[in-house]
């Protein structure tokens, strides 16, 4: 199936926004403009563009530490992620989250690798118990398969059918260590050992994981359990920011198949210099707002439970 | 008669009559069996849908019910020992109770976690702690203690169907077997329970003189303490009064103050490890509280694992003695 | 290879020993003699006895809380673990452990599922280290698979090829809960997706289970890294104690193949009948000896580490 | 000058070398990165085969060392964020401490666990937490703060070495870039190194009066209240001595209960959450030797997650003015 023009162009501009969004954000840095650290999702916007096309409206994305770009295709609003890491007032948490602690909607992030995967479980439990038809998108790096919580979550998924979908972003690195440091045996295999089927994809190609996602949605969405959707990728980035221990020339010939320059093929340069007008007013936009945002209130500060009652 | 087990399990029953968003999560908790110490007996017989026997995984459990939680459920997670909490440590301290409070107050984890704590039956290191005083003082958890007095399944109601936070909800094994004591059944002793969502309790021996100390514990202690005030009247003519907790964490101490501003004297007794244990808090806020007039002492378990030989588990834990050589000491 | 009669007796009297041993024990309860609780190894006998037939004298044997088959069969002492469960002061740890908390030599048990796989796994990381030969028997049940830990240790122990071989005993319960409402996927899957070769049997054949652990302890001691021996077993008595939920029809078909049963068919009557008066007396002497042994003294009690110092 | 992440660096080569046994266990260890916050930087260099870099796996890698430390080696554990111990409670709780202890005393395990704790830097509510409260009094665990004063590398040192139990070893992200402070070249402070394995530090304003009030701290919280007790001296001539831990669990109590006896008033100042953190131990410790003169009050984290913005933390952490307040309050 041949995506029209509209759509084509439109996956573009979600790998764009994000793109800028993420080189703005490390451009503020050295402003002084934010507070904490970020990981930026810069040559992976295909998977959270890709993927996410597949949602529908009250479908549940979890997300991990490299959120922005989830946070981004879910529909969030990038005045508020830059409020937030800014610390202001108007941040999608109030500041109180910070980068990689985002709650909107039905979207959820957290720091602490692998722990949000039994979250995603039983969220999908839920929905399915309540029969709403909405599933859940749990995105994943190749790094937290280290983590046990991990496999307990894929065991529970299998057994109770939950309608989950995983997406495992192999971007071949956890911080500076490569894969095959970390990871015994294969991928695929730690899923499919727990009887849940997977699709793994080495691209970087939006269109493709487009296709890819709505066969994986399709399976989860009816009801056939969980799936899991494997997809080899990159960062152009580093890890956070200043950590790169990645040899430049392996850099480099990644970013031949940068997913910008990939969808870019398929579009005419008019709606490329139009997208790129568009989505840089957008972002200036966004930094605008957050910047001119009050800063959090330490008055707005409020026990997590009543102390005593 | 009715025991702490028959009071919790029929309000379990009530609480997934109630509401149908109730789910009971855990290990063995099916049918004949009903979980390890038979507290979910019944429930998958009467409603099958709604409860799951889970994998062997306490991290996973606790979590996929903190994402059941966040959806609209209200999920109740039996952790089949105390002593397993500490694989779901991540999830409780990290995950459930910050999960609310990152958000700006826009998720809300009505999570219930249930697990049976405590020594004195030869189980050994791994299967007798009081694990509890690693959770409190968790920001966003609360932490309550069932007792025998009063309505321990009333309490476990409550924070089933009424609590929108995170809860640990510890019970002792030792009380599973003793009956409920409605406050009005307790023989020689007047208790009043102090108004608050969480009852505190204050114990005193009918128409005692003017009580010398203060004695505070919750659990299976405060049934050890009961028995030592009452000891310590007869025996000592040494007059105690005693306030119980079920709410640990956090915690209301204002009828503890009350008592201790009249007595000046006060004793904690609890079953887990002395060191940064819970009465620590107590003694502190105490103290911050009403300055320095305050005489204080602990009683609590050795600093150490928990053996599973009976004599060297006896002398481990706190008993009766022990409370009544620690008042006598503090009265002196 | 065919055991000579005199290996082939020595296997019987092993498993005999634990079968004995095991009986004695639940029998003790009633009596008020054993503090605690206990998780008999009866019908299991032929994994620890036919496994540990290949251990040398210094390897390392990690168990769980089904532990006295594997205790016994590694030489521990009878009496001890007798005297350990009764909290004497002649027990394997002087009444601290109890049933599942033993240690001695160079052998380990706990009691909490899975957490006991690190520890394996870091040993062995240890012994190659050390370049000592040693290699580690891990045993783990199948309800322990639930356990996130487990995985972890898996990965470690592949990347780092030690030399550990576990031996997963699928008694097809956990507790009360059959393998397949915990378990989804395959058992010997997940070994193998973390690059770990695995060897599945479905026996209680003694001999059959030796001739399996004796290519898997090949592998393992020739430094290619873990190994797994999955067999497929069951037990007889309940899980610790009068909490058995199972069809006693189904009890009684897998009775058919008992381990006893089968070895005592290639030996002669006249051994068994001697066999069955050396192993009755043992574990009535170790009895006899753990019940006239003073009670663990409190006297004895230290603190886990200097308070001050 | 030396920086303290400079002398826990060099202190890990020493140790390396020192002895074939040492073996450095982590997430991203390797060089060039040498780390998260370069603490072992040089160390795969030098020690390549005793450099383990692992898998996110922080319950399989304190597991792994463990097992390493009891047969013979002495593993060093770094767990990237204290935020992850979590992740290793049951590991560290009811393995490698207990495992001494139910063994009879026949085995050991010389595992070190180091971690960066703190907040200060923005890195909001799981990369921020000083969560060591929730190990303190473990029994069989002993836990170690490094400090900016005195030697951090030698107490380092002296922990992977010497040790035969289990360590947790606390470092706050904020003294790395602080220089180390000799004890002899503190300005305008006299400083005493009590005699013990794991050192306690008296300080006091050189020639000053009789101080009102004792406060005691440990880690980056120490660098603070120093300062605090200089602006008291100088801004409010308000004289205050202070006590410095580097072993919080168990602890040595002594130099502060001669302090306090001086003193009769004492706060507390720690940056984990205040409920059931630290101080109440201290406390209620100090309350039970010294007996009912005692004021003392506590300075912590506000019972709440850790913000990412930058005001938020600010408020939710203690700070120099802070700890001033409270002692005012304390000496007034
Ligand atoms: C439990 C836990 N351990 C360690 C970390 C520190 N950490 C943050 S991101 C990261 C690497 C994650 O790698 P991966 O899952 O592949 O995701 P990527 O960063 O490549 O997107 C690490 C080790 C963490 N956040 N949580
Ligand atoms: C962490 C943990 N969770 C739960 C338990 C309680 N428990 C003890 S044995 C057992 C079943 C174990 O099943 P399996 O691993 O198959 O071993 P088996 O008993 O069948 O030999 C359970 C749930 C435990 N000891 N540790
Ligand atoms: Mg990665
Ligand atoms: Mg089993």
Redesign the interface.
């Known amino acids: 199936m041949k995506a029209s023009s509209t759509e084509a162009a439109d996956l573009y501009r979600q790998m764009l926004r994000i793109r800028r969004f993420e080189e703005a954000i490390l451009e503020a840095f050295p402003r002084g403009l934010i507070f904490g650290t970020t990981h930026t999702y810069i040559g992976q916007e295909a998977n959270a563009v890709g993927v996410l096309s597949q949602r529908q409206n009250e479908d ?1 994305v979890i997300s991990n530490h490299r959120c922005h770009g989830h946070f981004l295709a879910s529909g969030g609003s990038m005045s508020a992620l830059a409020a937030e890491m800014m610390g202001r007032s108007t941040g999608v ?2 500041g ?2 910070g980068s990689q ?1 985002l ?1 909107w909607d039905n979207f ?1 992030s ?1 720091g ?1 690798l692998g ?1 949000t ?11 399915k ?2 029969q709403s038809g909405q599933i859940v998108f749990a995105f994943t790096g190749d790094g937290a398969l280290g983590e ?2 991990v496999y ?2 894929l ?2 998924a299998s ?2 059918t939950c309608p989950v979908l995983f997406v495992l972003e192999n971007n071949r690195y956890a911080q500076t260590t490569p894969v095959e440091v970390n990871l015994a045996g294969g991928i695929g295999e730690r899923f499919r050992s727990f009887g849940i089927p997977t699709d793994e994809q080495d691209t970087t190609d939006v269109a493709k994981i487009e296709a890819c996602a709505r066969s994986a949605v399709d399976h989860v969405r009816n009801g056939k359990g969980p799936y899991a959707l494997i997809i080899h990728t990159y960062r152009f980035a580093p890890h956070s920011r200043g950590d790169d221990m990645r040899d430049p020339a392996e850099i480099e010939r990644f970013r031949q198949r940068d997913p910008l320059k990939i969808q870019a093929t398929s579009l005419k340069k008019s709606v490329l210099a139009q997208l790129d007008v568009e989505v840089r007013t957008e972002v200036e936009d966004a930094f605008n707002q957050a910047e001119t945002a009050s800063m959090a209130d330490p008055a707005s500060l ?8 | 008669m009715t025991t702490v087990l028959e009071s919790l399990n029929r309000s379990l029953h009530t609480c997934m009559k109630t509401s149908d968003k109730v ?1 009971f999560i855990g ?2 908790v ?1 049918d ?2 009903g979980g ?1 110490f038979k507290i979910a007996r019944g429930l998958s017989t009467a409603f099958p ?1 709604r409860v ?22 209200r ?1 109740i997670v039996e952790i089949m020992f105390g ?2 909490l ?2 779901a ?7 459930a ?11 809300r984890v009505p999570l219930v976690v249930r697990t049976p704590m405590g020594g004195g ?7 007798s702690q009081s ?1 509890e ?10 932490i309550i203690a069932a007792t025998a007095l009063d309505d321990p399944g009333k309490l476990l109601q409550k924070v089933v169907l009424d609590e929108n ?1 995170p809860v640990l909800f510890i019970e002792h094994k030792l009380l599973y077997g003793l009956p409920v004591q409605p406050l009005n059944s307790i023989p020689e002793f007047e208790v009043r329970r102090v108004k ?2 969480y009852p505190v309790y204050h114990l005193a021996i009918n128409d005692a003189p003017q009580p010398r100390l203060t004695l505070a514990a919750y659990g299976y202690m405060a049934e050890l303490a009961r028995k030592a005030v009452q000891r310590l009247a007869y025996e000592h003519e040494v007059f105690a009064e005693m306030i119980v907790f079920t709410q640990l ?6 009828p503890l103050i009350d008592s201790v501003i009249r007595t ?1 004297r006060l004793l904690t007794v609890e079953e887990g ?9 107590i ?3 105490t ?2 509280t009403i ?8 009683l609590a378990a ?4 928990i ?10 834990l706190p008993n009766i003695d022990a409370i009544i050589r620690s008042c006598l000491q503090l009265a002196s």
Chains 1, 3 share one sequence.
């Open positions: 549940i948490c109030a109180r989250g602690h709650h959820f957290s602490i722990g995967l039994p979250l995603a479980v039983g969220m999908a439990f839920a929905q118990a309540q046990g919580v307990e979550s065991n529970m057994l109770w409020t026990y997590p439970i009543d102390l005593i009652r | 789910y290990e063995d099916l004949p069996y390890a849908e799951i026997t889970t994998p062997i995984s306490e991290a996973g459990i606790v979590g996929a019910a903190t994402g059941m939680a966040i959806r609209g459920l999920p002593d397993f500490t694989l440590a991540d999830q409780i301290i990290n995950y109770a910050k999960l609310r409070w990152m958000s700006d107050d826009r998720v039956r030869g189980y050994g290191p791994t299967h694990l005083k690693h959770f409190l003082g968790t920001p966003g958890l609360r936070d608050a969502d964490s956090p915690f209301n101490l204002a000046k490890t002395l060191t940064h244990g819970w009465g620590a808090e003694l502190a806020k103290l911050e300055g320095p007039s305050l005489q204080a002492r602990r050795l600093d150490m694992p053996a599973a030989s009976g004599p060297l588990e006896d002398t481990i």
